[in-house]
């Protein structure tokens, strides 16, 4: 099964207040910006996607991410992450009703394609299914099988929500780079310790983190 991923990006200069205790506010929209790159061109190079499209407002973002080879839907009207999501999914099905989707977080710098191929393979047995984050809290994936709604619950404990609607948790291990996603210093020293794409290091490199 070929999947078609769609990945939220809020705008940038917004992105990432979480790590304020370790990027400065001038370097935060870069290392965003640099997440998503990573997580995008992993996603690509794995060989259970089809493609991957980006829903955000941020046009700094949409040209970067265009020339990895992502489609790039406007995030309009802006309505927050589940609302995006939605937006995104709606466009894929015009198109291609009978597309697999899948929702993907922008923040997984560390993102190994072979283990994201074991997660949607796994996911590809199951009418929706979803992966919990690295904290077992949140959500970093949740897919829908063809003529599925994906019935977005993204947010606070949002693997509880995912799970009360429905979906399936995949109890995979060894995909830890999928779950993997960065809101905190803590996170971003977890990612970096399992190795991060090139501009995710690129940037990092700028931040004073201890033991990197």
């Not at 929706?128 to 606070?156: K, M, N, Q, S, V």
Request: with cysteine; glycine share 8%.
């Amino acid at each position: 099964m070929q999947w078609t991923l769609v990945i939220p990006l809020k705008a940038l200069a917004q992105a990432k207040s979480r790590l304020s205790d370790t990027a400065a506010d001038a370097l935060r929209p870069g290392l965003a910006l640099a997440f998503a790159q990573d997580t995008v061109a992993a996603a690509l190079a794995c060989p259970a996607v089809r493609d991957v499209a980006v829903v955000t407002g941020d046009a700094l973002a949409g040209r970067e991410l265009a020339a990895l080879g992502a489609r790039i839907v406007a995030d309009e009207p802006p309505g927050g992450l589940n609302s995006a999501l939605a937006h995104g999914t709606s466009v894929i099905r015009a198109q291609r009703p009978g597309s697999p989707v899948a929702a993907l977080n922008a923040d997984l710098p560390a993102l190994r394609p072979l283990e994201l191929a074991r997660v949607l393979d796994a996911a590809a047995e199951f009418p929706r299914a979803f992966l919990a984050d690295a904290a077992a809290i949140g959500t970093t994936l949740l897919a829908a099988a063809p003529h599925r709604e994906l019935l977005p619950a993204f947010g606070t404990e949002s693997r509880s929500r995912h799970r009360t609607s429905g979906a399936v948790e995949l109890p995979l291990d060894a995909v830890d780079s999928v779950r993997q996603d960065v809101d905190t210093g803590a996170d971003l020293r977890a990612a970096l310790a399992m190795g991060v794409g090139p501009r995710t290091a690129a940037v990092a490199a700028q931040l004073l983190i201890p033991g990197q």
